[in-house]
């Protein structure tokens, strides 16, 4: 029950397989234990976890298992085998130099729900005894474990895979969505400032022009550091996005979400914890009082770690009245902890603005 609690733990594993190996022989009395992971073709073993030799008998024995002999036969044929005599098999195919002799011998398929994974193998129980009944259903239980261990990391690699495709295609429609449209938009601004005869009115479509092309190469750049961060590795970007997706529908809209710089790379998980509560503080503060129809977070990182969250709502009275500022006051505190400021503006026509800024 212990080795199968053990699946639930985050463990890796290597170790787990060999927490299951010990506990097999022991059980079963058995001087040696080894369990061989197939590769994913079948034709091989990719790990082969051990029990019972020391460092140096390892080091003297050399090359791994690569699953010929009595090995090979359970991974061309996944069914139990219980042998007095190992070296008696007609498949054996001999031990290598250094190798301790072995004489009674228990080997297991390792399944999962739908495949085998491959075999645990136990041999020489001390006494001189052959292994039993009872010994290979106990055994049996720990191998379904093992199996369940091996197809639950597989799985779990599988879906990482997969979140890292999704984010990758995530990133390409927004270079589609908002970068190639803005370079579009900014083609277009100035062909219409060919036509005109106002010097004053060319200069400003220009500048205008310019603003855009900065804002593009900053969206580009933040593509770019999604990709080399590994695009799927589920850090505060994606946090940050999950809560801008999930506070949608109580601000009556999707917040506009910007990252300036390698955030996941470079904002310490600490510091990243902090910017979660603060994000969802602020949007949940917009959702509450500002009835916004835009609402936008920023977050940069440079020598500091700046986020802004503005909207176009009411607006905010300065000071802030104690009633609305005790969310605000927390905000402040997270600030203070790390050593950082933060400031509420009321914006010129329309809206707030929130400034965080902590060290990075």
């Known amino acids: ?167 990758r295609d995530r990133i390409g429609r927004d270079l589609h969505d908002r970068v190639i449209q803005r370079i579009f938009a900014v083609g277009m601004n100035l062909q219409g400032a060919t036509r005109l005869n106002d010097l004053s009115q060319v200069v400003e479509k220009v500048n205008k022009a310019v603003d855009d092309l900065d804002s593009t190469m900053n969206e ?30 109580m601000l009556g809209t999707r917040p506009v979400v910007t990252f300036h710089g390698a955030i996941d790379a470079v904002i310490p998980q600490h510091v990243a914890d902090h910017l979660l509560a603060v994000v969802r503080e602020a949007l949940t503060n917009a959702s509450k009082h500002a009835q916004a129809t835009r609402v936008s977070v920023t977050l940069s990182v440079a020598e500091d770690v700046a986020l802004e969250v503005s909207d176009d709502g009411l607006g905010i009275s300065i000071p802030v009245p104690e009633a609305k500022g005790r969310g605000l006051a927390n905000l402040r505190a997270r600030a203070v902890k790390l050593g950082g400021t933060f400031e509420v503006q009321a914006m010129e026509k329309r809206g707030t603005r929130l400034l965080w800024r902590v060290p990075r």
């Open 220 to 249: 580009i750049r933040t593509a770019i550091f999604e990709l080399e961060d590994g695009g799927g590795s589920r850090g505060l970007r994606h946090g940050i996005l999950e809560l801008a997706e999930a506070l949608s529908p």
């Open 1 to 167: 029950m212990d080795a199968v609690l053990m699946i639930e733990a985050d463990i890796e594993l290597p170790a787990l397989l060999r927490h299951l190996v010990e506990e097999a022989c022991s059980l079963v009395n058995a001087r040696y234990g080894a369990l061989g992971v197939l590769n994913a073709a079948r034709t091989d073993l990719e790990q082969f976890v051990t029990v019972g030799l020391s460092e140096a008998e390892e080091r003297a024995i050399g090359q791994r298992p690569t699953g010929r002999g009595v090995l090979g036969l359970l991974i061309t044929d996944p069914e139990s085998l219980r042998l007095d005599n190992l070296r008696a098999h007609p498949q054996s195919y001999g031990y290598p130099d250094h190798h301790p002799p072995m004489a009674s011998f228990l080997g297991l398929p390792v399944r999962g729900r739908d495949d085998v994974f491959g075999n645990l193998y136990l041999t020489d129980k001390q006494g001189g005894d052959p292994f039993s009944d009872e010994d290979e259903a106990m055994v049996e239980a720990l191998a379904l474990a093992a199996g369940i261990a091996i197809e639950n990391t597989r799985l779990y690699d599988k879906v990482r895979v997969l979140s890292v495709l999704e984010e």
